[in-house]
């Protein structure tokens, strides 16, 4: 396939890398600063770029034919807009607030967890995430989907909050950022007697880097708003 990479900082880099290794050709690199480039060279695009052009940069990507899988966290405001576009010009959108395959199963593991919690009204629910100092978001696109995948398998809680709260129905997401740390997340369910915990760390870049460009190559040829589960037949 020949990708077009928006957003080339270190998660461009590393999907550039793992894309050339699978035989594809990398025909764009877009940073912040550029804003002429010819979208239509690529087969499909892969979106790792700031909150503030994600959705400019979907949009062209939708405009002109462009099959587009983006990874950008922070512009959710704008999701439905996205998906309207996409349905309009009968495209093809994967968003995913995170690639890994691990994380994936962690988010089904997740909502299967908050099900089974749903009658123990004695634990109470926490979540944490950690990320190195360059994200500029918080709390995490990740734990945003860890919450609401709480949210909707259990009506003990109805929102989120950043961190603390003193509303039994609101889940609290503690945002750490420390240097290099590519990304861990808890969720955590404490009662008097105990703590039931799940988590999530990454080692590397590597496995979100992959998981786009698996992405990328599935949803080529394919038309409409997809998610991860579809990619890996969760």
Not at 46 to 67: E, K, M, Q, R, Y
Request: hydrophobic residues 40%; contains cysteine; glycine residues 8%.
């Amino acid at each position: 396939m020949k990708i077009a990479l928006l957003g080339y900082g270190r998660m461009g880099q590393t999907i550039e890398k793992i894309a050339i290794s699978r035989g594809h050709d990398v025909v764009l690199k877009i940073d912040k600063d550029d804003k002429d480039y010819d979208i239509t060279k690529a087969d499909v695009a892969i979106d790792f770029s700031l909150p503030s052009a994600a959705f400019g940069n979907i949009t062209n990507c939708l405009n002109n034919g462009v099959p587009v899988v983006s990874g950008t966290t922070g512009w959710l405001e704008n999701y439905d807009k996205a998906l309207a576009l996409c349905k309009e010009k009968k495209g093809a959108f994967i968003y995913a607030s995170n690639f890994s395959l691990g994380v994936n199963i962690f988010f089904e593991l997740n909502k299967t967890l908050a099900k089974m919690m749903r009658n123990l009204k004695e634990y109470q629910v926490t979540m944490e995430e950690i990320h190195h100092t360059k994200k500029l978001d918080a709390p995490s696109g990740t734990a945003i989907t860890l919450a609401e995948g709480v949210i909707e398998n259990n009506n003990n809680y109805n929102a989120w909050e950043l961190d603390t709260t003193n509303k039994k129905s609101t889940i609290p997401i503690a945002a750490k950022r420390i240097e290099d740390v590519p990304g861990t997340h808890s969720v955590n369910y404490a009662s008097e007697v105990d703590t039931i915990n799940i988590e999530h760390i990454a080692h590397n870049r590597q496995g979100f880097a992959l998981g786009a460009v698996v992405a990328a190559e599935w949803l080529v040829g394919k038309t409409g708003v997809f998610s991860m589960k579809d990619v890996l037949g969760l």
